[in-house]
């Protein structure tokens, strides 16, 4: 989509920032020098080397030259924003492990502060450059969409915002035809008009059910030499697509899952062990012979209690728990409730603070579980809710969690009825669908506190 004068824009952009760096290091240098005579010409060259390859590194990162961010100014003053405070961290870093303790701080603040100042006059410029050149010549590309269906509507609001594009409207706007045939003929009607008026894109949002009646349209679009490009409109399968390759294959995934991603597997492995490893060596060690002693002497059984519940992809594993109740032959199918005669004394206090739930930790340790993840259920509840609820096992595509989403929420406890099952499951589709690693922090932080405040609907 991108046009040769938004390529020259984009790369007069980035030979001005890196000659800006350059500029504001020369000017740092020379001030400083007026204050500091131990800040050699040597000393100089060797640190603007190294500030351009941090320039390099942090826009990298940023992405600030890429193809897609011209088409946003707002993109780019946000990447500008990142990429100069990175380079502010990264050099600073820089000069404390290279021992430069007594590099000129004066010369730190006129860097930076011309820098701040250049990037944002030359980014106003810019977009002054830019605004005044698309009024008075055609360096826009005209683009138009084909199809004013929901879909096609998104469409139009993205193009909108494109800076490099010129979004002329819809070329079925004001279609009211009804039969097949004699759309047909209209939309071939539209796209000769589409052509003559200097619509060089033409986006055709498709609705999923006529992806096989496309070939009279590209047919005329390649005839009057209009370039077809189709978005298929999926948002009647009420499904969050994610477009993914295979080989030489194009797959629509049905769902958005970040863990499917090995590296975010491997980083919510590594902090599933870091942290169960913590938890069963600094707190289980003293805990479990306290809660042991007070459990034996409230009630006669195990210490621990077993259940096989429902884990990643439905297969079932060994869950355990500090034993809460008494022992008694309903555990397998009903929830405690609240003022159950099954739960002992120190049962009720473990419930409310969620101390019986650490023996899972040790489930963590053995990857059946995870810290954070939608909450195992009871075999029984699984076959139940699974009949009558949407999307109930679309929650077993991940481990479960000791904590989650839905648990922070307030839907934890008793499910008294199939609505509150519901939530639960939003919820944990929602987490399944927007993980990462700052959410499972904000989960377990949330969760600690809630321990420390008391859920009402913890018994």
């Not at 055609?138 to 269906?149: E, H, P, Q, T, Y």
């Not at 077809?228 to 697509?241: G, I, M, Q, R, W």
């Not at 609240?338 to 040790?362: W, Y």
């Not at 519901?422 to 809630?450: A, C, G, P, Q």
Request: include cysteine; aromatic fraction near 14%.
């Amino acid at each position: 989509m991108e046009t040769r004068y938004f390529y020259v824009i984009r790369c007069i952009l980035a030979l001005t920032d890196i000659l800006l760096v350059n500029i504001c290091f020369a000017i740092g240098f020379d001030l400083s020098t007026a204050y500091d005579i131990n800040f050699s010409h040597a000393n100089y060259q060797y640190n603007l080397i190294v500030c351009n390859l941090l320039w390099f590194l942090s826009t990298g990162i940023h992405k600030l030259y890429i193809d897609v961010s011209i088409h946003s100014l707002v993109y780019i003053y946000k990447a500008t924003r990142k990429s100069a405070t990175l380079h502010f961290l990264l050099f600073i870093i820089f000069l404390f492990f290279s021992n430069q303790i007594n590099f000129p701080r004066n010369f730190v603040l006129i860097l930076y502060g011309n820098l701040i100042a250049g990037l944002l006059l030359s980014r106003f410029i810019g977009t002054a450059i830019i605004t005044t050149l698309s009024k008075s010549y055609n360096i826009r590309k005209s683009v138009a969409v084909l199809g004013m269906n929901s879909g096609g509507l998104k469409l139009a609001d993205y193009l909108l915002k494109q800076s490099t594009l010129k979004f002329v409207g819809f070329l079925d706007e004001h279609d009211t035809t009804k039969s097949n045939k004699s759309k047909t003929f209209s939309i071939k009607e539209k796209l000769r008009a589409a052509a003559e008026s200097g619509i060089e894109e033409v986006f055709v949002s498709v609705d999923a059910d006529k992806m096989n009646n496309l070939t009279d349209i590209i047919e005329e679009g390649e005839k009057n030499c209009i370039r077809l490009k189709f978005v298929p409109d999926l948002s009647a399968l009420e499904s969050n697509f994610k477009v993914d390759k295979m080989g030489n294959f194009t797959v629509l995934c049905a769902r958005k899952e970040p863990l499917e991603n090995i590296e975010n597997r491997f980083k919510k492995r590594l902090f599933d062990i870091v942290v169960s490893l913590a938890v069963i060596v600094f707190i289980f060690s003293w805990l479990y012979p306290l809660l042991a002693i007070i459990i034996k002497l409230q009630s006669s059984g195990p210490v621990f209690f077993a259940q096989l519940r429902s884990g990643r992809n439905n297969k079932p594993f060994w869950c355990y728990k500090f034993r809460s109740m008494s022992l008694n032959s309903e555990s397998d199918d009903r929830q405690a409730t609240l003022n159950d005669a099954r739960v002992t004394p120190i049962g009720r206090f473990m419930r409310k603070t969620s101390l019986d739930e650490f023996p899972q930790f040790f489930n963590v340790l053995l990857g059946y579980m995870s810290i954070v993840g939608p909450r195992p259920h009871m075999l029984s509840h699984t076959d139940q809710y699974s009949k009558i609820i949407d999307k109930y096992m679309v929650r077993h595509f991940l481990k479960p969690g000791i904590t989650g989403w839905a648990q922070i929420n307030g839907y934890r406890g008793e499910t008294k009825d199939a609505g509150l099952m519901e939530k639960r499951v939003e919820h944990d589709i929602w987490y399944m669908e927007h993980w990462s690693v700052m959410l499972d922090l904000k989960i377990v932080f949330l969760t600690v506190i809630n321990i420390f405040k008391g859920e009402k609907n913890a018994y």
